[in-house]
C-alpha cells in the first residue's frame, strides 16, 4: 500500500522480502529508493545473491532495463520494510531518455555498481573469516550486527554451516556475542585486523 502522488508517481510501501523489479519481467517504473538496503538477485533457477545495494537516499533502481526497456537479467528485492518513489515510464521515458543530467547520474550509479561487482567478484578469493570480518563492519549499526545468516552466507558464496563455523570461531575468540537474534561486537580492534590482514596472508 502507499499514497499515489501527482503526474503519474507512486509512493508505495514494500514490505521484507517484497519484489521490486523481477528478473525477465518490463518494469513500468522507475525506482527512487530510501536509505534502506536492497539486495539484487541471480536468476530464479540459481537464487543465490551475488551483488548487494545499499542506496543513499534518491537512488535510482533499476535504471538500465527499464528506462531502456531491457529485460532485467535479475531481481531486487527489499530485506527491511522501506519506502520508494515511483516514477511511470509510460509518460516519462521519452523526457529522461533526452534528459542529459539524469543521464550523467546513471551513468556515474553504473560505474559506481560495476566497480562494486568487480571488488566482490576479487574479494572471493579472500579466506572466509576476512570476508566475514568486512561483511559485518560495512554492515554493523551501533556495534550490532543484525543480517539473516543465511543471506549473508548467499553474499559470502559460502555455505551456511561453514558460516556457522566462521561466527562460532569468531564468538570462541570474543570477537562476536550472540544475543538472540543479533550479534554484538566485542572486540572491533581483532575484528579490523581479520578484515584487513587475512587478505595480505
Not at 525477465?24 to 541471480?42: M, R, T
Not at 520508494?84 to 560505474?111: E, T
Request: glycine share 4%; charged share 20%; aromatic share 10%.
Amino acid at each position: 500500500m502507499g499514497a499515489v502522488l501527482s503526474d503519474g508517481a507512486l509512493l508505495p510501501f514494500f514490505k521484507k522480502e517484497d519484489i521490486l523489479t523481477q528478473e525477465g519481467a518490463f518494469s513500468d517504473f522507475s525506482f527512487f529508493v530510501g536509505k534502506e538496503p536492497f539486495w539484487l538477485l541471480s536468476p530464479p533457477y540459481n537464487p543465490k545473491i551475488f551483488f548487494n545495494i545499499n542506496p543513499n537516499p534518491a537512488t535510482l533502481l533499476g535504471e538500465a532495463s527499464s528506462l531502456w526497456e531491457l529485460l532485467p537479467k535479475s531481481s531486487v528485492k527489499a530485506v527491511t520494510p522501506c519506502i520508494c518513489v515511483c516514477i511511470s515510464l509510460n509518460r516519462y521515458r521519452s523526457v529522461l531518455q533526452q534528459d542529459v543530467r539524469f543521464l550523467q547520474n546513471i551513468c556515474q550509479l553504473l560505474s559506481s555498481r560495476l566497480n562494486s561487482g568487480i571488488n566482490l567478484a576479487n574479494s572471493l578469493t579472500e579466506p572466509v573469516e576476512t570476508r566475514l570480518a568486512k561483511f559485518i563492519l560495512l554492515h554493523e549499526e551501533k556495534g550490532v550486527f543484525t543480517h539473516q545468516l543465511t543471506t549473508c552466507a548467499a553474499v559470502l558464496n559460502v555455505s551456511y554451516r561453514h558460516l556457522l563455523r566462521t561466527i562460532t570461531n569468531f564468538r570462541e575468540n570474543r570477537i562476536l556475542e550472540k544475543q538472540k537474534s543479533k550479534y554484538v561486537i566485542r572486540d572491533r580492534s581483532a575484528l579490523e585486523v581479520l578484515a584487513e590482514n587475512l587478505s595480505h596472508s
